[in-house]
């Protein structure tokens, strides 16, 4: 048997002479073993309670809104135009030129005019297609070299490109700000859905000057210019 020790009085016995002393309270009257009634909180304490609720819940809120976190809608949108074409109608021809020749030799895009040049030769020329009075952007580059069929010979090619709303090579008009030569970009508008480009120049002396032919190695040369076209 395992002996426990309590402060509390040991409970009364029925008949016994303890019973009889009031100073002795009984075990169920005990302090310890009355439960304790709770109080109703007053209007005051209810007050403070849902005070407290708002000010935490303020607080949340506040904290949410400077986290940084910021939203907020981009409009997005496309115009889909007239598919964009480029054709090459005809391609740049010099004709046969002396391996010696005391001037520049010229093609004007206009289709006359032409210095030094063969008896046989061609304009180039590019039709633009697209949407109905769209805006388009040229591109093409200030020269190029043509390489000769013999051996490493080359012969530099500076370009001149005229531009068209009617498909009228004479009427034609220089686009660019650089002229001959210099790489450039235009602007120009489709009339009617169609645009004409003509592309002349000289050949001989180097990159960005033309000079006289002078004792050309004779073969036959021939070069890429590349022209590219978008929307603006």
Not at 177 to 197: F, I, M, S
């Amino acid at each position: 048997m395992v002996l426990i020790k309590t402060n509390l009085p040991p409970p009364p016995i029925k008949g016994h002479p303890i019973c009889q002393d009031p100073t002795i309270p009984l075990l169920y009257n005990h302090p310890k073993n009355q439960t304790k009634k709770m109080k109703k909180p007053s209007s005051i304490q209810i007050l403070m309670s849902l005070s407290m609720v708002a000010v935490l819940l303020t607080v949340n809120n506040l904290y949410a809104q400077n986290t940084g976190v910021i939203n907020t809608n981009l409009n997005v949108g496309a115009t889909i135009l007239a598919q964009l074409k480029l054709t090459n109608n005809s391609d740049v021809q010099f004709g046969n030129l002396s391996a010696t020749t005391p001037g520049h030799v010229f093609l004007s895009p206009t289709g006359s005019g032409h210095t030094n040049t063969g008896v046989s030769t061609s304009v180039g020329k590019f039709t633009v297609e697209g949407s109905t009075s769209g805006s388009v952007k040229v591109t093409w580059p200030a020269n190029i070299v043509l390489n000769s069929s013999i051996g490493s010979n080359t012969l530099i090619y500076n370009l001149q490109v005229n531009g068209n709303g009617s498909d009228l090579a004479s009427g034609s008009t220089i686009l660019g700000t650089g002229g001959l030569g210099v790489a450039a970009t235009a602007d120009v508008t489709l009339v009617a859905g169609k645009y004409y480009l003509y592309v002349g120049g000289k050949v001989g002396g180097t990159a960005g000057s033309a000079a006289n032919l002078n004792a050309q190695a004779t073969g036959v040369y021939a070069g890429i210019a590349n022209f590219r076209v978008e929307y603006n």
